[in-house]
C-alpha cells in the first residue's frame, strides 16, 4: 500500500493513481481532504499534534465540546479523524464552520486548564507504509510564506522517515492566472523542497508548464494555453478551474509518480513486504 496525504490535489488525484499503479502490486489508500491547509493534514497524520483549547477548561463528561486551535483556518475543510485527548478517545472533526470534539464514551469530566495536544490514531497506524506527501498548497493561499510551507512539511516528512518511512513529496503547480505574489510563494517553495529532497522531491509544475505536454496527453493547445505556459502557470486546457487540474492533468502527474516510484525502486515486488507494517 501507498498512502496518500494533502488537500484538494491528492483527493482529485486517486483515480488517477489508481490506474497508473494498476498492475504494479502497490494500491493507493488516498486521504486527501479538500480545502485543508498542512496544519490540518499534519494534524490528522499525527506529525504535528495541534494543541486544542476547550471552554472553560473542562472536556464534559459526554458530546462534542468546541475547541480553538490552529485548526480553525478553513475548519470546515478538516477530514475527522480518530484520536485522544487528554487520554481521552474521540474523534475531532468540524462542525458549523468550528472543530469540535466529540468524545467515544461518556465518563468522568477531565479538568483541562490549559492547551492540550490531540494525538491522532491514523497517522501511527499508516506510518510503516511508503507515503506521497502533497501538502501545503492551501497555505500559500492563505498568505503563509515558503519558509512556512517548507518548515511544516519538513516537520511531517521527518516524523515519517524517523518512522522508518519513504517519502516523496510532491511539488505545487501554479494556479492559472495566478497573482504574482502567490505564484513566487509557490515556487520558492518549489525550489526549496527540491533542493532538500532531491530524488524524493517530484516536480510537478515543471511538467505542466513545458512544450512537450501536448505531446504526452494528445491534446492541442490554445493560445491561452501557450501563454500560462509561458508565465510559468498551469494551462487551461489542463484544468478545471483556475486552481484544479481536470482528469487529463491528474492523468498525466499520476504517470510522473508511477515513473518516478519505479526509479526510486518503489514498485518492486519485494517493496510491499520490506515496508508494510506487521
Known amino acids: ?74 475548519a470546515v475543510s478538516l477530514r475527522a479523524v480518530a484520536g485522544t485527548v487528554a487520554g481521552v478517545r474521540g474523534v475531532l472533526g468540524p462542525s458549523a464552520e468550528q472543530v469540535v470534539f466529540t468524545r467515544e464514551t461518556p465518563g468522568p469530566p477531565v479538568a ?38 517548507v518548515g511544516r512539511t519538513r516537520a511531517t516528512a521527518g516524523w515519517l522517515t524517523a518512522r522508518g518511512t519513504r517519502v516523496l513529496v510532491l511539488g505545487h503547480f501554479v494556479n492559472t492566472g495566478s497573482p504574482a505574489e502567490l505564484q513566487r510563494r509557490v515556487e520558492a517553495t518549489n525550489a526549496a523542497l527540491q533542493a532538500e529532497y532531491g530524488d524524493h522531491f517530484l516536480d510537478v509544475n515543471g511538467p505542466l508548464t513545458a512544450p512537450h505536454v501536448w505531446e504526452r496527453t ?4 490554445t ?40 526509479v526510486l525502486r518503489w514498485l518492486e515486488p519485494a517493496a510491499e513486504a520490506v515496508h508494510a507494517k506487521p
Do not use: C
Open 223 to 262: 493560445a491561452e494555453d501557450r501563454a500560462e505556459q509561458a508565465a510559468g502557470r498551469k494551462p487551461p486546457s489542463l484544468s478545471a478551474d483556475h486552481n484544479h487540474l481536470d482528469m487529463v492533468g491528474y492523468h498525466l502527474v499520476a504517470r510522473l509518480v508511477r515513473d518516478r516510484l519505479r
Open 1 to 74: 500500500m501507498i498512502v496518500g496525504w494533502g488537500s484538494s490535489s491528492m483527493e482529485g488525484i486517486g483515480p488517477a493513481l489508481e490506474v497508473a499503479l494498476d498492475g504494479t502490486g502497490r494500491e493507493l489508500r488516498n486521504l486527501g481532504k479538500g480545502g485543508e491547509t498542512s496544519h490540518h493534514t499534519a494534524a490528522r497524520l499525527g506529525a504535528l499534534p495541534p494543541l486544542l483549547t476547550l471552554p472553560d477548561g473542562v472536556l464534559p463528561a459526554a458530546g462534542s465540546v468546541p475547541v480553538r486551535s490552529v485548526l480553525d483556518l478553513q
Open 112 to 149: 483541562v486548564p490549559g492547551p492540550v495536544p490531540f494525538h491522532s490514531l491514523l497517522g501511527p497506524q499508516l506510518a510503516a507504509y511508503d507515503t506521497l506527501l502533497w501538502i501545503g498548497k492551501n497555505d500559500l493561499h492563505h498568505g503563509d510564506s515558503a519558509e512556512d510551507v
Open 218 to 221: 494528445g491534446l492541442t493547445a
